[in-house]
């Protein structure tokens, strides 16, 4: 474990080296959907009665239905008022997330329906016939490859969760699992379709966080999906400082390649992504926002042999072996570029590798060398460990910022947790 590890199991935040799943989703019992409607039709038409007419429920129905969500949520929605119902703080605060997961349902079954020649017209009245309970087993299915797993990591039955699964399947009349070699998988269309499903889910605890904050409570989570640079220093001094005023409030760092941290940001396992920022083209769905400049230099350990070196020279360049960083990164293409521009070629066959951890014992155990930022290497260059040498080109940086779902709507909590992080970077600049 790193630095960063420590620091925060010492804190009780959780840490994860790898882009697996940690969200946990599968086994939050949320509300029944048409409870989830009957309370915007509520919200909407400020009336029992209306609203029951409405969905098509009972009146005695919809009455149930809003208690049922104000003892999910853990306080009032509704005030009654003599021409009828009006939202509360709290109330206000759950319909616009209740609204907004429940546009997510609608685009992916308008989605599915689409892919399948059906029409997605048809996509409002078929949510309206499915439940919660099929939607969890599907998202908990498309998380973990299988019943089998999905019903250890959820703590349900596999033969409830299987039921559930092939019962949502037959109400959408749509196969949505599939036999391969390596067993039962979700068809394309159903991994597409999950991923709205956990969007869904995500927008219900987002609402379940700010509600609690309303009261001064401060429960809720967090999933940071962070890239090397961003682990080093940014993060921990942002998260040490925000669990501080947040101590309910759960956070979760998460690393792994930038596809992997991407994916998990697109299905709302990761709440956002901090680190090196990707051509807007590479980069569909989400919103990109610069926060610093970070300068590049070659590193090398203590006593290499150009260590002394103000300035590199090309010939130095092909003298020694090369750390490199992973392919289809932004910092390989200024790998690649450092070569060319000096008019030399690159390493046939340079280490790549990915992990701070590992490149910092190539560094130290041989005379490899490896272009990196000086913020990454701060605290083995602070104790005489390693070297930065100036890069050949000068003053050459890579934007680094947060990436984030367009349209995510982070809760109270979560905006306090960026502006500290938004800070910390601005100090790096600075």
């Known amino acids: 474990m790193d630095r960063l590890g420590a620091a925060l199991f010492a804190h009780g935040i959780r840490y994860c080296y790898r882009a697996t799943s940690i969200t946990g989703a599968s086994i939050v019992v949320n509300p029944n959907l048409r409870h989830l409607y009957a309370c915007q039709a509520v919200a909407k038409l400020g009336s029992i009665s209306a609203a029951a007419r409405e969905v098509h429920l009972s009146q005695p129905a919809v009455t ?3 208690a049922n969500l104000e003892a999910f949520f853990g306080t009032q929605l509704f005030v009654r008022r003599s021409a009828g119902v009006v939202l509360t703080s709290a109330g206000e605060i ?3 997330r209740i609204a907004r997961g429940l546009i997510q349902l609608q685009e992916g079954l308008s989605d599915l329906l689409k892919r399948s020649g059906r029409a997605p017209a048809g996509a409002q009245r078929l949510a309206l016939r499915l439940t919660s309970a099929q939607l969890s087993a599907l998202a ?14 959820s703590g349900i039955a596999e033969p409830t969760l299987h039921r559930a699964a ?3 399947e037959r109400t959408l009349d749509l196969p949505l699992f599939e036999k391969t070699s390596f067993g039962v998988r979700p068809t394309r269309d159903a991994e597409t379709f999950a991923r709205h499903v956990r969007l869904v889910f995500t927008e219900l605890a987002q609402a379940r966080s700010d509600v609690d904050a309303l009261t001064g409570g401060s429960s809720g989570r967090t999933v940071i999906g962070a890239m090397p640079l961003a682990r080093s220093f940014i993060v921990p001094s942002a998260v040490m400082a925000f669990i501080g005023n947040h101590p309910e ?9 930038y596809e992997h941290l991407f994916a998990s940001l697109q299905t709302g396992e990761t709440d956002f992504l901090i680190g090196a920022l990707r051509p807007p083209r590479t980069a569909p769905g989400v919103t990109q926002e610069h926060l610093f400049n970070d300068p590049l230099s070659i590193a090398v350990r203590a006593g290499h042999p150009l260590a002394e070196r103000k300035r590199l020279r090309p010939a130095d360049l092909v003298r020694y072996p090369w750390i490199a960083p992973r392919a289809s990164s932004p910092l390989r293409a200024q790998f690649d570029e450092l070569f060319a521009t000096a008019g030399v070629e690159a390493p046939a066959h340079p280490v790549q590798c990915n992990s701070l951890i590992a490149a910092r014992a190539f560094l130290l155990e041989s005379d490899c060398m490896m272009l990196s930022s000086a913020h990454q290497i701060h605290y083995e260059l602070r104790a005489g460990l390693l070297v930065g040498i100036a890069h050949p080109q000068g003053h050459v940086v890579r934007s680094i910022g947060l990436t984030t779902r367009r349209n995510w709507q982070p809760t109270r909590a979560q905006s306090s947790l960026l502006e500290l992080i938004r800070e910390r970077a601005h100090a790096v600049e600075s």
């Open 94 to 96: 759950a319909v616009e």
């Open 166 to 168: 092939r019962s949502l």
């Open 64 to 66: 149930q239905a809003v």
């Open 140 to 153: 908990a299915f498309a998380e973990h490859g299988g019943f089998t797993r999905a019903a250890r990591a």
């Open 249 to 257: 409030h759960s956070v979760s760092v998460m690393e792994g390649t």
